[in-house]
């Protein structure tokens, strides 16, 4: 997908087809939209005659093609529902509703008017920066492994007209890290949604060495001979199924865009395929478990933007990456195993690997580089599915600075993050009898928080986010239909988004 800028009226490109955008119109409405002025006059007034005849009613997901006469392509009118509920998302899912209801049918090339979207309150700025994540999230999807096409757009441009020709040199500078960012994600979603035969521990490593190559970051990759020598029990114990692919530590060093800038680690649960250890999943459950590195290959994608973008803060990335698998030698409910930062876990439950994984990924990234803050992403529990639904991710964390600026960084990103509890009440659920710690509870409840309060165990006193992943890091069959169109079927990237956009914000320390 290319997306490029253009000072041009959007009838005036010569693109198969322009794209605009219309509010939701009361019942009783008659008055032709002055917005589709344009639009109407490039169709030779069947835009108007749309409307009159109702079949433009403005309200989401609807969109309306309407041919030109003089074969000069198509008018796409998608509706933006109500103005009183109108934000930057409704934007981005309005962008990527029109590319995919193009898909198939013959369009390579569009034009959106970028000031048809451009309004109160989405300024444009957020206006360009929500069309690119629409338009290229929108044309996505993964082809590694297809043999045809449906033919998708392949070329957007964000149209300025008349009216925000003069914001052109701030809009470009917005459209042009916005699309390295879409790109970041396009190029995550492509490593994530790699099968378990392909995408094992040290393939993601050889993508972690392969990135630091191509723009000049600093990667360590720890086998399982350095990861004995470093005492990560952890996850030598979640790995140790694997004779096939035996587990990884990944660390990837950008060194930051400004000098004495915050250092911010970003630690990501890489297990590739988890069948559960000995405590084993059921059969339906497993087809999806490829997912389950989502963690890991975001921050990967984080990395990646976050060097392109040139962004403040030094950014360590930490992946834990390991195979969860049963066999002779995988670890066992009753083991107890001691992790890098000499805290020993109880293992109850072999099927809650993440966070064994994360216990050593933690601990290094704050012992090693001392973070000012240290962010973990992870689909870790199927609570947070129960909790909050497949298209937001739960969020703990321990300083309150640190999660209004994710949450605010999600609201402009549209990544949805909630912020959830975290109390001496499941600090308790996961004290062990004869360890420290233990990676599972007697008690069946809160299940996102008492693994957040496992986590704590070993961040020390730095300020710390957790960023259950479970439900949006992928899209399935029965979930795909209620997500936003730019959320493409399987993985989706969630965090690289959100988290690249909070760094970029992000400010020296004072």
């Given at each position: 997908?290319?997306?490029?800028?253009?000072?041009?009226?959007?009838?005036?490109?010569?693109?198969?087809a322009?794209?605009?955008?219309?509010?939701?119109?009361?019942?009783k409405?008659?008055?032709?939209?002055r917005?589709?002025?344009?639009?109407?006059?490039?169709?030779?007034?069947?835009?108007?005659?749309?409307?009159?005849?109702?079949?433009?009613?403005?309200?989401?997901?609807?969109?309306?093609?309407?041919?030109?006469?003089d074969r000069?392509?198509?008018?796409?009118?998608?509706?933006?529902?109500?103005r009183?509920?109108?934000?930057?998302?409704?934007?981005?899912?309005?962008?990527?509703?029109?590319?995919?209801?193009?898909k198939?049918?013959?369009?390579?090339?569009?034009?959106?008017?970028l000031?048809?979207?451009?309004?109160?309150?989405?300024?444009?700025?957020a206006?360009?920066?929500?069309?690119?994540?629409?338009?290229?999230?929108?044309a996505?999807?993964?082809r590694?492994?297809?043999?045809?096409?449906?033919?998708?757009?392949?070329?957007?441009?964000?149209?300025?007209?008349?009216?925000?020709?003069?914001?052109?040199?701030?809009?470009?500078?917005?459209?042009?890290?916005?699309?390295?960012?879409?790109?970041?994600?396009?190029?995550?979603?492509?490593?994530?949604?790699?099968?378990?035969?392909?995408?094992?521990?040290?393939?993601?490593?050889?993508?972690?060495?392969?990135?630091?190559?191509?723009?000049?970051?600093?990667?360590?990759?720890?086998?399982?001979?350095?990861?004995?020598?470093m005492?990560?029990?952890?996850?030598?114990a979640?790995?140790?199924?694997?004779?096939?692919?035996?587990?990884?530590?990944?660390?990837?060093?950008?060194?930051?865009?400004?000098?004495?800038?915050?250092?911010?680690?970003?630690?990501?649960?890489?297990i590739t395929?988890?069948?559960?250890?000995?405590?084993?999943?059921?059969?339906?459950?497993?087809?999806?478990?490829?997912?389950?590195?989502?963690?890991?290959?975001?921050?990967?994608?984080?990395?990646?933007a976050?060097?392109?973008?040139?962004?403040?803060?030094?950014?360590?990335?930490v992946?834990?990456?390991?195979e969860?698998?049963?066999?002779?030698?995988?670890?066992?409910?009753?083991?107890?195993?001691?992790?890098?930062?000499?805290?020993?876990?109880?293992?109850?439950?072999?099927?809650?690997?993440?966070?064994?994984?994360?216990?050593?990924?933690l601990a290094?990234?704050?012992?090693?580089?001392?973070?000012?803050?240290?962010?973990?992403l992870?689909?870790?529990?199927?609570?947070?599915?129960?909790?909050?639904g497949?298209?937001?991710?739960?969020?703990?964390?321990?300083?309150?600075?640190?999660?209004?600026?994710?949450?605010?960084?999600?609201?402009?990103?549209?990544?949805?993050?909630?912020?959830?509890?975290?109390?001496?009440?499941?600090?308790?659920?996961?004290?062990?009898?004869?360890?420290?710690?233990?990676?599972?509870?007697?008690?069946?409840?809160?299940?996102?928080?008492?693994?957040?309060?496992?986590?704590?165990?070993?961040v020390?006193?730095?300020?710390?986010?957790?960023?259950?992943?479970?439900?949006?890091?992928y899209t399935?069959?029965?979930?795909?239909?209620?997500?936003?169109?730019?959320?493409?079927?399987?993985?989706?990237?969630?965090?690289?988004?959100?988290?690249?956009?909070?760094?970029?914000?992000?400010?020296?320390?004072?």
């Amino acid at each position: 997908m290319k997306v490029l800028l253009d000072r041009r009226e959007a009838t005036a490109a010569a693109t198969d087809a322009v794209v605009t955008g219309v509010f939701e119109r009361g019942d009783k409405e008659t008055a032709f939209p002055r917005g589709l002025a344009k639009e109407d006059a490039a169709a030779k007034g069947l835009v108007r005659a749309a409307w009159d005849q109702r079949e433009i009613q403005g309200k989401r997901r609807e969109v309306t093609v309407v041919h030109r006469p003089d074969r000069n392509g198509r008018i796409v009118i998608v509706g933006l529902g109500p103005r009183t509920r109108y934000d930057a998302e409704v934007v981005r899912r309005a962008a990527a509703e029109a590319v995919r209801a193009l898909k198939g049918k013959g369009v390579r090339t569009i034009a959106v008017r970028l000031a048809a979207f451009a309004l109160d309150p989405v300024p444009s700025e957020a206006a360009a920066r929500a069309v690119v994540d629409g338009t290229y999230l929108g044309a996505y999807e993964f082809r590694k492994y297809r043999t045809t096409s449906d033919g998708p757009v392949e070329e957007a441009a964000i149209a300025l007209g008349e009216e925000l020709a003069r914001e052109e040199t701030l809009l470009r500078k917005a459209v042009d890290d916005e699309r390295t960012v879409a790109e970041t994600v396009v190029w995550t979603r492509d490593l994530a949604n790699l099968p378990a035969d392909t995408a094992s521990p040290e393939r993601l490593a050889e993508e972690a060495r392969a990135l630091g190559k191509e723009l000049g970051l600093k990667v360590t990759v720890f086998d399982e001979t350095k990861l004995a020598e470093m005492h990560c029990g952890g996850i030598l114990a979640v790995g140790g199924g694997s004779t096939a692919h035996p587990p990884r530590m990944v660390v990837v060093e950008y060194p930051g865009g400004a000098r004495r800038g915050k250092t911010i680690a970003v630690v990501g649960k890489g297990i590739t395929f988890d069948a559960g250890g000995i405590s084993i999943k059921p059969a339906a459950a497993l087809a999806n478990m490829k997912f389950d590195k989502s963690g890991a290959v975001a921050v990967l994608g984080i990395l990646r933007a976050a060097a392109l973008l040139k962004v403040p803060p030094r950014v360590i990335g930490v992946l834990g990456c390991a195979e969860n698998v049963p066999s002779g030698t995988s670890y066992r409910p009753g083991d107890v195993v001691r992790t890098f930062n000499g805290k020993t876990i109880e293992i109850l439950n072999t099927d809650a690997e993440g966070r064994v994984v994360l216990a050593d990924a933690l601990a290094y990234a704050v012992a090693q580089y001392r973070p000012d803050e240290v962010i973990d992403l992870a689909t870790l529990t199927g609570a947070e599915v129960v909790a909050l639904g497949d298209d937001t991710a739960g969020l703990v964390a321990t300083d309150d600075r640190l999660a209004n600026a994710l949450l605010a960084a999600s609201a402009a990103t549209g990544e949805p993050l909630w912020r959830m509890p975290l109390t001496d009440y499941h600090r308790e659920l996961v004290k062990s009898d004869i360890g420290d710690v233990r990676n599972s509870t007697e008690l069946p409840v809160a299940g996102l928080l008492t693994a957040a309060a496992f986590l704590e165990n070993f961040v020390g006193g730095t300020a710390w986010a957790h960023l259950d992943l479970a439900g949006p890091a992928y899209t399935t069959a029965a979930t795909r239909r209620f997500q936003p169109a730019y959320q493409s079927a399987g993985a989706t990237a969630f965090g690289v988004r959100v988290i690249t956009r909070y760094l970029a914000d992000a400010v020296r320390p004072n």
